[in-house]
């Protein structure tokens, strides 16, 4: 190599002792900044969640989750109306019945508060994507998310039939996407086989396929009043300590027909997106639980934290590991402050 060359090369030290690689050159100004972005969040990554009731006028507060209500039909579709306009396009439906039984009836009755609720969303604003929901935790007087076995034991197989019927009956309200969150064995081929004997080809599936066991979810539970009357969860939602074994749940639910691969809870599980982001082509969707949001608004509220700043650092943070769809608390939120920045 000449001298010249030499000393034009590439090297950690320039003259004098001084780096010649300095990351800091393009970090100089937001415009420089700006145009090495290398992840963007968009209102419409989000997903908005949505508890609804039955009844008139019912917007109640959910205690843990300052800015979430039980809202009744009237008030859901404003608060759907709020985030079409603020540019999310999808919301995710959970319903809080007004009778719960052994068999989560409401969960598959074509009147059920999801049916309804979705039916009115449907016919207001067609364009609004309307995700739904399939488990029987918010329906069964027990808490569990499927039917028990006289043992107390959550019956995998006799749960599958009633998690398609549910599906069924959402899709012919017309939902547009439909969501098993219950950890059942088989339970994407069940809603599959379901939705094209009825007809509904076309209904694609989210799945909730690696779903870990979290104390992430306790805000939800009062919000969906769904808290199990005795044991917990652990017998159908996976170990959090199991990466390998999420990748495996991720391959079977994509076998058995999922159009899109969800990991939930998020934050805690960033590398379980993100090996689920290298291994699948299929869409990957991310659930920012109840308990993400919770910590935040708490935090903020007692002046400890910056609330928006943090909030759009962590949906970054899903967005940067692999999640084409992030289901958010934070949807409106976050949509009305990516818009006013930019
Ligand atoms: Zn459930």
């Given at each position: 190599?000449?001298?010249?060359?030499?000393?034009?090369?590439?090297?950690?030290?320039g003259?004098?002792g001084?780096?010649?690689?300095?990351?800091?050159?393009?970090?100089q100004?937001?415009?420089?900044?700006?145009?090495?972005?290398?992840?963007?969040?968009t209102?419409?990554?989000?997903?908005?969640?949505?508890?609804?009731?039955?009844?008139?006028?019912?917007?109640?507060?959910?205690?843990?989750?300052?800015?979430?209500?039980?809202?009744?039909?009237?008030?859901?579709?404003?608060?759907?109306?709020?985030?079409?306009?603020?540019?999310?396009?999808?919301?995710?439906?959970f319903?809080?019945?007004?009778?719960?039984?052994?068999?989560?009836?409401e969960?598959?009755?074509?009147h059920?508060?999801?049916?309804?609720?979705t039916?009115?969303?449907?016919?207001a604003?067609?364009?609004?994507?309307?995700?739904?929901?399939?488990?029987?935790?918010?329906?069964?007087?027990?808490?569990?998310?499927?039917?028990?076995?006289?043992?107390?034991?959550?019956d995998n197989?006799?749960?599958?039939?009633?998690?398609?019927?549910?599906?069924?009956?959402?899709?012919?309200?017309?939902?547009?996407?439909?969501?098993?969150?219950?950890?059942m064995?088989?339970?994407?081929?069940?809603?599959?086989?379901?939705?094209?004997?009825?007809?509904?080809?076309?209904?694609?599936?989210?799945a909730?396929?690696?779903?870990?066991?979290?104390?992430?979810?306790?805000?939800?539970?009062?919000?969906?009043e769904?808290?199990?009357?005795?044991?917990d969860?652990?017998?159908?939602?996976?170990?959090?300590a199991?990466?390998?074994?999420?990748?495996?749940?991720?391959?079977?639910?994509?076998?058995?027909?999922?159009?899109?691969?969800?990991?939930?809870p998020?934050?805690?599980?960033?590398?379980?997106?993100?090996?689920?982001?290298?291994r699948?082509?299929h869409?990957?969707?991310?659930?920012?639980?109840s308990?993400?949001y919770?910590?935040?608004?708490?935090?903020?509220?007692?002046?400890?934290?910056?609330?928006?700043?943090?909030?759009?650092?962590?949906?970054?943070?899903?967005?940067?590991?692999?999640?084409?769809?992030?289901?958010?608390?934070?949807?409106?939120?976050?949509?009305?402050?990516?818009?006013?920045?930019?």
């Amino acid at each position: 190599m000449s001298e010249l060359l030499k000393r034009r090369a590439p090297s950690a030290e320039g003259a004098a002792g001084f780096p010649q690689v300095r990351l800091r050159r393009m970090r100089q100004s937001a415009t420089l900044r700006s145009m090495v972005r290398e992840t963007v969040l968009t209102p419409s990554d989000f997903v908005y969640p949505l508890f609804v009731t039955h009844g008139q006028g019912v917007r109640t507060p959910i205690l843990p989750m300052p800015g979430q209500f039980q809202v009744s039909i009237d008030n859901l579709l404003k608060e759907a109306a709020e985030a079409q306009s603020l540019g999310v396009p999808a919301v995710l439906l959970f319903g809080v019945p007004s009778d719960k039984d052994d068999m989560g009836t409401e969960a598959y009755d074509d009147h059920g508060i999801i049916q309804e609720a979705t039916r009115a969303i449907k016919q207001a604003m067609p364009e609004m994507v309307v995700v739904t929901d399939v488990c029987l935790c918010e329906y069964t007087d027990h808490g569990h998310c499927g039917v028990l076995t006289h043992d107390g034991v959550v019956d995998n197989d006799s749960t599958l039939e009633l998690l398609a019927r549910t599906a069924v009956s959402q899709a012919r309200a017309g939902a547009d996407i439909v969501a098993p969150s219950a950890m059942m064995d088989g339970q994407i081929a069940a809603l599959r086989a379901g939705l094209d004997d009825a007809g509904m080809p076309e209904i694609p599936v989210m799945a909730y396929a690696s779903k870990f066991t979290s104390a992430f979810y306790g805000p939800f539970r009062i919000a969906a009043e769904s808290t199990p009357k005795s044991g917990d969860r652990k017998a159908y939602q996976m170990d959090g300590a199991n990466g390998r074994e999420a990748l495996r749940e991720l391959e079977q639910d994509a076998l058995e027909g999922a159009d899109v691969l969800m990991v939930k809870p998020a934050l805690a599980y960033l590398d379980i997106l993100s090996q689920a982001r290298a291994r699948f082509e299929h869409p990957i969707a991310a659930y920012n639980v109840s308990g993400e949001y919770s910590m935040l608004k708490a935090a903020a509220a007692a002046g400890w934290i910056d609330e928006d700043a943090a909030m759009l650092e962590m949906l970054t943070s899903i967005k940067r590991a692999g999640a084409d769809i992030i289901i958010t608390y934070f949807a409106k939120d976050a949509a009305r402050l990516l818009r006013s920045n930019g």
